[in-house]
Each structure stands twice: as C-alpha cells, then as structure tokens.
C-alpha cells in the first residue's frame, strides 16, 4: 500500500495545475496562497514554487519553516497534502528560470522573484473515499 500512496501522490503532483502553500504568521495563524504548479520537480521529495520575495509568504518561512503544499482533482474528488519544510531561494540568474515558467508566472513580473523550495516529510493522499498517509522516513527509496 505504502508504494501505492506515493505513485497516486505523484500522479496528483504530474496532473494538477494549482497548489495551495500554507505557512504560519508570526501569531500561528495559517495563511495560504494559491500558485502554479512547481516549477522544479527535483524528486517527488523536492519541489520548488516560484513566488514574490516580498509576500507574507516568504515573511512567515523566515520565520517558522514549516508548512503545507496541497493540490487537488476536483473532478475525482482526490487531493495529496504534503507537510514540510520550506526554504526561500534568491534567484540568480532570471534568464535560466524564465523558460520554466508559464505564461501566467510571466506576467506577474514580481518586483522581488524568489524560489521556495519544499522538502516533504509527510504525504497524505485522499482517494476513493479514504485517506492514507504515511511519513517519508517509512519509505525505502528516500
């Protein structure tokens, strides 16, 4: 079942468009955004958002890591929850990340552009009914 849980997960991760990243404010509050789908899939374990520097999103990571990335089918009524650890980016080079983004990241033309990078620690995917879930560290190939 546990390898079964992740290839869904990744699935949902390879097929949905918009993800929800929630993060804490500094009073514990969650706040959550909607973005694109990551631009980097380094692993299922790694994802990367492209975001404004400048957001209370990037405030709250500095200074409470931890968070949510979320995504959903609608249509099958099937999501995956990622708990994890957020870290913020400072992009280097525009030009090498513009072609990753899509048309709709482009016109944002964030004043202040960054990269979250996400590594997961727990997966929990809802599918037919049920919901499973399962901590990274119980799976082999991590």
Not at 119 to 140: A, G, I, L, R
Request: hydrophobic share 35%; charged share 30%.
């Amino acid at each position: 079942m546990d390898k079964q849980i992740i290839e869904h997960a990744k699935e949902l991760l390879a097929t949905c468009d918009s993800f929800l990243l929630s993060t804490n404010d500094r009073n514990g509050f969650p706040n959550t955004i909607v973005v694109s789908k990551p631009i980097i899939r380094a692993s299922f374990y790694n994802l990367k958002f492209y975001v404004n520097g400048n957001g209370q999103t990037v405030e709250n990571i500095r200074h409470n890591k931890k968070g949510n990335v979320c995504c959903y089918d609608e249509a099958r009524h099937e999501s995956v929850l990622l708990k994890g650890i957020f870290s913020v980016e400072d992009i280097e080079e525009f030009k090498l990340l513009k072609d990753r983004l899509n048309s709709y990241q482009k016109e944002l033309n964030h004043e202040n552009p960054v990269v979250l990078s996400f590594e997961v620690y727990t997966v929990k995917v809802h599918s037919q009914t049920k919901t499973f879930w399962k901590d990274v560290d119980d799976f082999e190939d991590h």
